[in-house]
């Protein structure tokens, strides 16, 4: 199956795991069409570029993911958000969850975690709409 | 054959409607005479109603009775797999049916049960999370959403101890509810546990030989604390208390000690339940909290790994043929006296001179032993770490008064190697070697002893642990503090959870404590993505270059 090429937002304080999503994004047939370092500024580039996917991370200085999901779920209900947790965040991506992201990832973020993830999420949401 | 005969009709009737052809109407008497000859045919077979209906009743009884078969088997399978299947609904209730095995896995009967309740007693909070997984699943489940029920309940945890017994658990999303597959793991957890086990013994035993001085010397300052016990601890306050097991804990941990660190760790936490209440209690009673343990005990038990490994007066002797430390003191003074007299030979002046520092030990020696404990933490940690570089002057010390501070800056290799260094993946993304290097550069001059360890890891984020340090002490201005502030402040973790390797964010308020001890001060700097370096500068007669 041909895979489909997502453009999507990289949301993460860290600069080197902004790096590395992105990389592994591209490794996979993506295109990053932006990044955000805060959960205000997550919201603010969805609104602006429309992403297909969102990774989100959890813990970030000021607005947080799981407010920024709820955010753009809010406005945009088909949004595809995919968190990005340590573990011992249950609770949190619970919260996440509830909030409207479609699935998480733990990290550190590997490959072949992200790839079945964004793959059960375009297939479940993506291919069917 | 009924099928047939309507076959025979139809294209009968078909030719019906064409106008009559002699072809045409001759077809159509054949086809009569067909079926004619078809019902005389059967009667003549003598096939009876009544025989044909036994027939059937019978064969349905025997499908019936297969499929009664069947699902015995499957129940049979089911109940002879080891596992225990069970279903819960949104409601967290067992329903009546589950495998056999499911009585033995959990203790009890599950039927009606509470599923949270069975698979984590007593644990609310657990509870909640799966009941919340639970109903996330149900909803996602009943709009078709199969993924997104997966999703929900692959945040329950699989693995779980109930009962003694580890278990496996997986969780699948079926009709209106959950169907649980459990299995006891607990043979292969136990031998697994026994091979870690049997590597920290000989881990342990390793340490003793190879570490001796520190070995110890730790040992005998845990049986001084034991043995001055909860008086001692009068006119201080809680934090110190904490930071006293935090340490010993961090200390017996680098050595490979079987139980007294797990020990440690409890009446940690123990400490911090009582700090994060409010502070009401006592120092007495806190201190008689942290005795009420049979450290000594608990002590020699692990001791006896050591002594059963290399015999009993191992540890009476202290693993050497050694010099009474009290009477190493009174040939230190001797010496130092004796120096003092003008008229010494060459060869006097060196016995003296060696003689004045001999319990003095290297430096280099105490910092290098932190291989150990960079290698074993950042192997469990799945990173990897270039052995450590010590440089500069060849400065001694004395152990009894650098003794404390030497083992708390297990607390900054820890760290490092912890928080700072990254995963070898990153580090490579982010164009450094995938090893990270820790260096300790020791310098020593009129002004004093300058000791400079750094890492080339990540970087503290100082925004971050600010933000930390605001909400977890709020009014005490926390938004003005420097890094030095931030970084060594008691209680001020950069992580949510303690891990076994990072502390509680108390550790490094004790490096600060040990080295305020000796008269020295410390200062931090750090560079996002580039490292973070610590400088202890002590007074000068403190230490000594060696000749």
Not at chain 2, 191 to 215: G, K, P, Y
Not at chain 2, 252 to 263: D, I, V
Not at chain 2, 411 to 418: E, L, S
Request: with cysteine; aromatic share 6%.
């Amino acid at each position: 199956m041909i895979p489909t090429p997502l453009s999507v937002l990289v949301v993460d304080d860290s600069i080197i795991a902004q790096k590395k999503i992105s990389a592994l994004l591209d490794e996979l047939g993506h295109t990053v069409v932006g990044l955000a370092s805060n959960g205000a500024e997550a919201v603010t580039k969805y609104i602006h570029l429309m992403p297909d996917l969102v990774t989100m991370d959890i813990t970030m200085p000021g607005t947080d993911g799981i407010v920024a999901t709820q955010r753009i779920v809010e406005k945009y209900p088909s949004a595809l958000i995919i968190m990005v947790s340590s573990h011992g965040q249950e609770g949190m991506v619970m919260a996440a969850l509830e909030a409207g992201a479609k699935g998480y990832v733990l990290k550190p973020v590997e490959k072949d975690k992200l790839k079945d993830m964004v793959q059960k999420v375009v297939d479940r949401y993506v291919l069917r709409s | 054959m009924t099928a047939v005969s309507i076959v025979f009709i139809v294209m009968g009737n078909g030719y019906l409607v064409q106008p009559y052809s002699a072809n045409a109407i001759i077809t159509v008497v054949v086809n009569i005479m067909y079926i004619s000859a078809f019902f005389w045919a059967s009667s003549a077979k003598s096939v009876s109603f009544h025989h044909t209906m036994r027939e059937a009743q019978k064969k349905a009884e025997a499908a019936r009775e297969e499929a009664v078969l069947a699902l015995r088997q499957v129940a049979m399978l089911l109940d002879n797999s080891g596992q225990g299947f069970l279903f819960f609904g949104p409601d967290m209730m067992v329903s009546g049916r589950y495998s056999r095995a499911c009585v033995s896995i959990l203790g009890r009967e599950p039927a009606g049960r509470n599923v949270a309740e069975l698979l984590f007693p007593g644990n609310d909070d657990m509870g909640g999370l799966m009941s919340r997984s639970v109903a996330g699943a149900c909803a996602a489940a009943a709009q078709g959403d199969v993924i997104r029920a997966e999703v929900f309940l692959s945040l329950i945890p699989k693995d779980i101890d109930v009962d003694g017994k580890s278990l496996e658990a997986q969780y699948i999303a079926v009709d209106g509810g959950v169907m649980l597959v459990l299995s006891d793991v607990s043979d292969r957890k136990s031998l697994n546990a026994a091979i870690a086990s049997e590597q920290r013994r000989m881990e342990m035993i390793l340490t003793a030989v190879t570490d001796r001085d520190d070995f110890f010397s730790a040992i005998d300052e845990f049986r001084a604390f034991v043995a001055e016990g909860a008086a001692a601890w009068r006119e201080k306050t809680v934090p110190d208390i904490y930071r006293a097991v935090h340490t010993f804990k961090g200390t017996f941990n680098q050595f490979s000690f079987k139980t007294l660190p797990a020990a440690l760790h409890d009446t940690e936490a123990r400490l911090r339940e009582v700090m994060d209440g409010g502070g009401g209690q006592s120092i007495a009673d806190v201190a008689d909290l942290v005795f009420a343990t049979e450290w000594g005990a608990i002590l020699d038990d692990d001791l006896s790994i050591v002594s059963e490994a290399l015999g009993a007066d191992f540890i009476t002797r202290k693993g050497v043929v050694s010099l009474d430390p009290e009477l190493a003191v009174r040939f230190e003074r001797f010496a130092a006296n004796h120096l003092q007299a003008g008229d010494l030979s060459q060869e006097e002046r060196g016995v003296l001179v060696e003689l004045s520092s001999i319990r003095m030990a290297p430096l280099r020696h105490a910092l290098m032993d932190f291989n150990r404990l960079t290698r074993q933490i950042s192997q469990r940690l799945d990173k990897e770490v270039a052995p450590l570089q010590v440089i500069g002057d060849d400065v001694r010390v004395d152990p009894d008064r650098f003794g404390p501070f030497m083992r708390s800056l297990g607390h900054i290799f820890r760290n490092a190697v912890d928080h700072g260094i990254e995963h070898p993946d990153d580090r490579e993304d982010a164009g450094k070697s995938r090893a990270g290097n820790i260096v300790c550069k020791v310098a020593y001059d009129s002004q004093g002893l300058t000791l400079v360890i750094s890492d080339d890891g990540r970087g503290i984020d100082a925004e971050a642990l600010r933000q930390r340090a605001a909400l977890r002490f709020p009014g005490e201005g926390a938004e003005t503090w420097d890094l030095a502030d931030l970084v060594f402040k008691d209680g001020l973790s950069s992580r949510d959870e303690a891990s076994a390797w990072s502390g509680r964010g108390v550790g490094m308020a004790a490096v600060r404590a040990a080295c305020a001890a000796l008269g020295g001060d410390v200062d931090v700097s750090t560079e996002a993505g580039q490292g973070t370096t610590f400088v202890f500068r002590f007074p000068a007669m403190s230490a000594r270059v060696a000749a």
